[in-house]
């Protein structure tokens, strides 16, 4: 049953395991010192800012329970918006809000919730119901993403966001996850999203992981996946490499969210980025890692590693390795 | 440059650990495996008596050399008591005095006590019959009530064997409102069977004593006493087990005291609770270590687990065992790739099998598990917060357990007594997390790491459980330090996990 065959076929094509992962990029390239900076969402937002970068506006913030009775104040103007914790995983505990309906909130999946509803979130989000290992959180309010539609094809409800593997600052690998009917308007893949592999050099989408398998259809929309260009693809490459220098971690993940008519925009960075983004591109991250170790010392400005990803890491480049 | 400090690190490990296992095994000879050790017993008594400033006495019946066993060596932990030892008809008895006294105090009797393997044959020199201290103490009431019980078996009884058998059924079965109940109402309980019977049979002119032992069993930490009945005949004491109506015992039943004593009577002091604890001597007290006189090696047994009171070295002797489980745990997580709810949980639960056993503790495992996951998901429905929903949880599991428990004593099965052993806030954490991974990831891959925690807990309840892991870790406690290096080994383990290897086949390519 064991396949060292498999094993051998694995390690040639550089594929990265958990274990490699944890002990010889993210134990060696990230300090736990700069862990708050991307566990903690008002802390990315307010380093994107800083960094030039374009984020959702941050509309409010309810720190205390006191202040959840504040919260009509802080949407009284506002028609669409969007309730998240600021510590929260795998995206649990997010509400969207398009426009209201008599005193209620309407939810993006078309259901109402009153004030006593949304104030009962609140405190779950603030008690820590939705962060890792249940701290105590805080619940931001924020501008909501208009999606861009070059997406709408491929995405069943739902805001796409594209994941971009960062390593010392060079965007190494990317993916864009398209929500499911399964995942229910979430880009999660562990609740069944599909994620697109992308060619780094183009910005052009691959064929899509599902679970653990490839496809090439949208399991709901039935459209082909592969093909479809994403716009700006190089500003999204700089933002990226620009995110080394927000956060010093050496090895990040970053979520953007591209925006109809505000552009590209950071969600969220993550100090552990999940594996699956290699079977989306069918390649190794292993290889394309060393490549970075390797080169390192002549990578120090961002135009210059922004170059080095378009140069290294096309499709037609991983498909040879 | 980190790995080599690593690997020397290990390497030192190692090496200390292979040196103290060499030594002790070579050196001093400490037994490698555990069938190898001689049948040894260390018996501990640990009498804790609260006394009120004046004088204070406690008198203790200590165990003698008889049939099978062998007391070799007692030692008595007095602190600045007085001690005295006299003979009391047919026991040996220890008194600890002390003029003034307060507060609490602990007092400890130790010995050492060696079992012949072999059957012994009935005593080869016929000792004459003895000469029973006192033949009964019953009076007025209770000596008529023993006279009918007597009289109606010796007209019955053809001989001494009989005689006893007639007895003992009238004990066993006491009529209501008979004679039997009425002498048993003052002394119930298979001792008071046993001390009774004793008495009706001396009436009844047979010489006959209550015996009260002990079971030699491993790691008995709170041991209970037995109690049977000895009589004289053919030139010795033969024993009846009145329990099962045999005319022997156990063979691991030592004798400890004779009569209608009790085995602890104290003066002057408000509150006495006696601790009686046995477990097996590994420490070749009687070949190798008895005749080693030199203080370093001496010092050595004495600054180890065996030092320690033996209610003590139980303790230590289940918890050397986590290391281990908990290397296997690693391997099984880093290498394997199994996935498991909490951390160390799965160590837990397997600490918990091993006070119920594996099946009993695999149901009751799933029961609690079950009906946890439920009562999660009404209280979803309720909108709780999150510290006062685990709160529920944690008190529903203890209600649960409560009501396991009494509903298997009723049924007669009393293992399920022992769910209260299961770590009851690790068995709620996990019923959080199983529902929570259930919301998010849906009821596959809930019932995924719920499986995988169970084979988990299971592999380490059974690697724990390994007699002769068991045996290395107390005898040799210095292989914890090969774990450890083991352990720390696994920490720089970069390879795949075996499951990522089916994860990523689309990624092996077709070559």
């Known amino acids: ?321 | 440059m980190s790995k080599k400090h690593l690997y020397m690190l290990t390497g030192i490990l190692a090496g200390v650990a292979a040196l103290v296992f060499l030594y002790k095994l070579f050196l001093l000879e400490f037994p490698l495996t555990p069938g190898e050790k001689t049948e040894t017993w260390r018996v501990e008594t640990r009498i804790l008596v609260q006394t009120t400033g004046g004088a204070a006495k406690v008198a203790l019946n200590i165990p003698q050399t008889a049939g099978n066993f062998t007391v070799i060596s007692q030692s008595f932990v007095t602190g600045g008591w007085g001690l005295t030892t006299a003979t009391e008809g047919f026991n040996r008895q220890a008194t600890y005095s002390i003029n003034k006294a307060e507060g609490e105090h602990a007092l400890y009797y130790r010995a050492v006590v060696h079992r012949a393997k072999t059957v012994r044959p009935p005593p080869g020199a016929r000792s004459e019959e003895p000469e029973i201290p006192e033949k009964t103490s019953y009076v007025d009431a209770e000596l008529s009530a023993a006279r009918t019980i007597v009289r109606a078996a010796t007209r019955e009884a053809a001989d001494s064997q009989t005689l006893i058998r007639l007895v003992m059924k009238q004990l066993n079965t006491p009529t209501p409102e008979g004679p039997a109940q009425f002498l048993l109402q003052k002394n119930p309980g298979s001792r008071g069977i046993a001390e009774v019977g004793a008495e009706l049979l001396r009436i009844g002119g047979l010489p006959a004593r209550a015996v009260h032992g002990l079971a030699l069993k491993p790691d008995r930490r709170n041991a209970r006493f037995e109690h049977w009945i000895e009589f004289f005949a053919d030139g010795g004491w033969q024993p009846y087990d009145p329990k099962t109506d045999k005319f022997e015992v156990p063979a691991d039943s030592m004798p400890w005291w004779y009569g209608r004593t009790r085995l602890v009577h104290a003066f002057g002091t408000t509150k006495t609770e006696t601790i009686v604890s046995v477990r097996e001597a590994f420490e070749f007290t009687l070949r190798t270590a008895l005749s080693r006189t030199r203080d370093l090696e001496k010092n050595l047994i004495d600054f180890s687990v065996f030092g320690l009171p033996l209610q003590t070295q139980a303790v230590y002797q289940l918890l050397l065992t986590v290391p281990v489980g908990i290397l296997l745990l690693v391997v099984l997580r880093n290498i394997i790739g199994v996935k498991t709810f909490g951390t160390f949980m799965p160590v837990l639960i397997a600490l918990a099998f091993r006070q119920t056993e594996l099946v009993w503790g695999l149901i009751l495992f799933s029961i609690v598990l079950s009906i946890g996951i439920g009562v999660r998901f009404y209280l979803e429905k309720l909108k709780l917060l999150l510290v006062p929903r685990l709160a529920c949880v944690v008190i529903v599991v203890v209600m649960i357990m409560a009501f396991l428990s009494i509903l298997s004593h009723k049924l007669g099965f009393d293992r399920g007594l022992s769910v209260a052993l299961f770590p009851i806030v690790i068995l709620s954490m996990t019923i959080e997390r199983m529902t929570i991974v259930w919301d998010e990831r849906g009821a596959q891959e809930a019932f995924k790491q719920a499986f995988g925690s169970l084979v988990v807990s299971v592999l380490c309840y059974l690697v724990m459980n390994l007699p002769i892991v068991q045996h290395l870790v107390f005898v040799f406690p210095e292989t914890l330090l090969l774990v450890l290096a083991g352990t720390l080994l696994l920490g720089r383990y970069s390879g795949y996990r075996l499951l990522e290897l089916p994860r990523f086949r689309v990624l092996g390519g077709s070559r």
């Open chain 1, 1 to 321: 049953m064991l396949d060292f065959g498999l094993w051998k076929r694995l390690r040639d094509n550089g594929v990265l395991g958990l274990n490699d992962r944890n002990a010889n990029f993210v134990l060696v390239y990230n300090q736990r010192r700069n862990y708050p900076l991307v566990d903690d969402k008002v802390l990315t937002k307010e380093l994107a800012i800083k960094a030039g970068a374009a984020v959702p506006d941050l509309y409010g913030l309810i720190e205390i329970q006191q202040q959840v009775s504040s919260f009509p104040d802080i949407v009284k103007d506002r028609e669409n918006f969007v309730v998240k914790p600021a510590e929260g995983s795998q995206g649990e505990g997010i509400i969207v809000i398009k426009g209201r309906s008599g005193g209620m909130y309407r939810t993006a999946g078309g259901s109402l919730i009153d004030d006593n509803q949304m104030a009962f979130h609140l405190s779950n989000i603030l008690s820590g119901v939705f962060s890792l290992g249940g701290q105590p959180d805080k619940a931001i309010i924020e501008y909501c993403v208009e999606f861009d539609p070059v997406f709408e094809a491929l995405t069943y409800r739902g805001v796409p966001d594209i994941r971009i593997i960062v390593f010392l600052g060079v965007p190494v690998m990317a993916m864009v996850r398209l929500p499911t009917r399964q995942s229910d308007g979430k880009a999660n893949l562990h609740q069944g999203a599909i994620g697109a592999g992308i060619d780094m050099a183009t910005g052009m989408t691959l064929t899509a992981v599902k679970g653990n398998s490839v496809v090439d259809t949208h399991p709901d929309t039935f459209n082909k996946v592969s093909g479809t260009q994403i716009p700006n693809w190089p500003v999204l490459l700089e933002m990226a490499a620009r995110s080394y220098e927000m956060t010093n971690l050496g090895y990040q993940g970053i979520d953007i969210v591209l925006d109809r008519d505000r552009g590209p925009m950071i969600l969220e960075l993550n100090a552990r980025p999940g594996l699956n983004i290699q079977i989306a591109n069918r390649a190794g991250l292993r290889t394309r890692l060393e490549a970075v170790e390797k080169n390192r010392d002549g990578l120090k400005k961002v135009e210059d590693r922004v170059a080095f990803t378009i140069a290294q890491f096309g499709a037609h480049e991983a498909r040879a390795a």
